[in-house]
């Protein structure tokens, strides 16, 4: 069978009639524990994975773009003379808004043509958007020699994704797609931006994803609003203490006395993220230990956060982790990524998994009257030249 560079390739030959000048390969990610702490300053333990976008780029000798998504079999044609102007189509915007972001910083970038298709299912919050702003910039950073660095190129895909496309997001998503590395996770203090990599030593584990084929619309729905309600969160400890900055500074005992008294709900969601923080760093321990059974407890306690505290989950998720609990050979499940649906994560036994999804699926469809769809989490390097 074909792999998908090589029908990348094919592709581009066939649509511009020369070789690609360059192929990079941009993956999606896990994230074994650490939800919604992005934002708040806070750890996260990602990892990239075996799914991911190719794509093919030459230069133009013009000034325009011409773009073909393979999966959509949809193509767009422009100018990248300024003013750059919003797609009709969505995810051309996600290719301008990193033209746009390298034009900001007075970056030279002509135009373009650029072929791509991807294994990332879409909508199951393995950042199918992340791997795209960051196989775009990696490539034009390399076809126009711009001598950016990984993290300047995190940064800049993330602030595309807040300004161009207009969700509020963290830099987990991007960071995790361009810094993995094959079987180590990275545990990323977004505070700081220092990172360290952990050896995901799974002897006969493996983390399973299920797809509750619920799609998750994170920009329309409610994402931006918890980054609000734990802004809100911040300036109610902000009043006796004025040094702290985020949720990062801020305790348990300070949410407490200051924030559950005047706001019920937003303790609520800043009690979440201060709890699930403090799961990264214990849980990074258990991984440093061997004890995956006490990391799996922290991943089960994870998800009871995001559903009764944050509540980013959703009847299909909840489901699928009560349903992963009650059954034997699994260590841990949640939710994984913004919520409202898309993939929960869960590590498993490797020998037990296709009996149990062979068992789960039928139920689902009966109790969801959804497919489940089902992948395994190979842990894998991140954003790189093919
Ligand atoms: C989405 C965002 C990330 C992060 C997660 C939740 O994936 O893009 O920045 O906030 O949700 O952890």
Same mark, same amino acid.
Do not use: I
């Given at each position: 069978m074909q792999t998908l560079s090589s029908r990348v390739t094919q592709k581009f030959q066939e649509i511009f009639s020369s070789q690609a000048a360059l192929l990079v390969r941009s993956p999606g990610r896990v994230n074994l524990i650490g939800e919604h702490t992005d934002y708040n300053n806070g750890f996260v333990l990602p990892a990239a994975v075996d799914k991911a976008i190719y794509m093919a780029v030459e230069r133009r000798r013009d000034d325009d773009v011409q773009l073909f998504a393979m999966d959509l079999d949809q193509s767009y044609r422009g100018s990248l003379r300024p003013p750059l102007t919003q797609s009709a189509l969505h995810w051309p915007n996600y290719i301008l808004g990193i033209v746009g972001q390298l034009r900001n910083l007075g970056l030279t970038v002509g135009g373009f043509n650029c072929v791509f298709a991807g294994d990332i299912p879409l909508g199951a919050g393995m950042s199918s958007s992340a791997a795209l702003e960051n196989a775009i910039i990696f490539s034009l950073n390399q076809l126009f020699g711009l001598g950016l660095d990984?993290?300047?190129?995190?940064?800049?895909?993330?602030?595309?994704?807040?300004?161009f496309v207009g969700l509020q997001c963290g830099i987990m998503d991007m960071f995790a797609s361009m810094f993995g590395r094959k079987d180590q996770v990275i545990r990323l203090d977004c505070q700081s931006l220092e990172y360290t990599y952990f050896p995901f030593r799974t002897e006969g584990l493996r983390l399973l994803l299920l797809d509750t084929q619920v799609e998750h619309s994170l920009a329309s729905s409610e994402y931006n609003v918890r980054r609000q309600q734990c802004e809100a969160g911040v300036k109610l400890v902000q009043r006796q203490h004025p040094s702290v900055r985020s949720l990062r500074d801020v305790s348990l005992e300070m949410l407490n006395t200051l924030v559950a008294p005047a706001d019920e709900l937003i303790y609520r969601r800043c009690s979440f993220v201060v709890e699930e923080n403090a799961r990264v760093v214990?849980?990074?321990? #258990?991984?440093?230990?061997?004890? /995956?059974?006490?990391? &799996?407890?922290?991943?089960?306690?994870?998800?009871?956060?995001?559903?009764?505290?944050?509540?980013?989950?959703?009847?299909?998720? #909840?489901?699928?982790?009560?349903? /992963?609990?009650?059954? &034997?050979?699994v260590l841990g499940a949640r939710q994984m990524g913004g919520g409202f649906g898309g993939c929960t994560i869960n590590l498993v036994q490797a020998d037990t998994i296709e009996a149990l999804v062979e068992r789960i699926a039928p139920l689902y469809r009966k109790a969801m009257n959804r497919e489940l769809k089902w992948y395994i989490g190979q842990i894998e390097n991140g954003t790189s030249v093919v």
């Open positions: 990984p993290m300047t190129m995190v940064r800049l895909s993330q602030k595309a994704e807040n300004e214990a849980g990074t321990e #258990d991984l440093q230990r061997g004890d /995956l059974a006490a990391f &799996g407890r922290k991943m089960y306690a994870s998800h009871e956060g995001l559903s009764r505290k944050y509540e980013v989950s959703c009847v299909e998720s #909840d489901w699928l982790v009560d349903q /992963l609990r009650d059954a &034997g050979g």
